[in-house]
């Protein structure tokens, strides 16, 4: 169990603006052509993840403990609800977005177990959240040693590669992802500004590194196979006429 982070508060500083842009465009464009009837978005009201999705029904679910946080777009109905108790039946949903969500709740691979409980088969997900091997990364990690922390969160941070292996534990496929944010952890507009280069040359020599993700995924359902021996019953075999000798006595009679 972790802390909890004050996401909303953290977007709102020049770091924050910076990472909000980018994973506002990563997830317009690859919800856009996700199909179905119903969405959610869990946490993050500072981003409209859904904006670009054409599903007729779609929410924005607000955790518990950050119920006070702004108010969310107007185009989506809110939800005020435990991320690890979603109030939807299972299987029920085609399209499960979680910006930071598995940083914001207390028990992360719970909400990943959640999120699959409401998916149907082939239903996706969609997952941000920041990098711990970055220069954000390493900026927290020596906030462990003494100084202040550049993101929202005093605890460990979750890599990508942790949230894929979540992820291939409950039998979901990897489709899609994108690493973004390779600016150093600036604290100010102009600034973050001059660095700017840095996100250009980050994405085609170490696009790995960035400070943020976002990672796509398909709920694979496995089909059930039956265990056992196979009986093959042998083909009968065709019964044909046989030529038979004869023997003829002496007056001609077949013995």
Not at 210 to 229: E, N
Request: net charge positive; glycine share 10%; with cysteine.
């Amino acid at each position: 169990m972790r802390p909890s982070i004050r996401l909303d508060q953290w977007l709102q500083t020049a770091g924050g603006h910076a990472a909000l842009a980018w994973q506002q465009a990563q997830l317009d464009r690859m919800v856009v052509d996700i199909f179905g009837f119903h969405a959610v978005q869990l946490g993050a009201p500072g981003l409209d993840a859904l904006r670009h999705n054409r599903m007729p029904h779609r929410w924005l679910a607000r955790d518990v403990a950050e119920a006070d946080a702004a108010s969310p777009p107007p185009a989506q109905a809110s939800l005020v609800c435990a991320f690890t108790d979603l109030p939807f039946a299972s299987q029920s949903l085609d399209l499960v977005v979680m910006p930071h969500t598995l940083e914001v709740g207390g028990d992360p691979y719970a909400c990943l177990r959640e999120a699959d409980r409401v998916l149907v088969a082939g239903g996706q997900v969609v997952i941000s959240g920041f990098n711990a091997l970055s220069l954000w990364g390493a900026r927290q990690l020596l906030a462990r040693i003494g100084g202040e922390g550049y993101l929202p969160q005093s605890g460990e941070l979750i890599s990508p590669r942790r949230v894929r292996d979540w992820l291939r534990l409950l039998s979901f496929e990897v489709v899609a992802g994108a690493y973004g944010c390779w600016r150093p952890p600036l604290r100010t507009e102009a600034w973050l500004e001059r660095w700017r280069f840095m996100d250009q040359v980050g994405e085609r020599w170490w696009p790995m590194l960035g400070g943020m993700y976002v990672l796509v995924a398909i709920k694979r359902v496995r089909a059930m196979r039956l265990v056992g021996k196979a009986w093959q019953p042998h083909a009968a075999k065709a019964r044909g006429a046989r030529p038979v000798a004869h023997r003829r006595d002496r007056l001609g009679v077949d013995e």
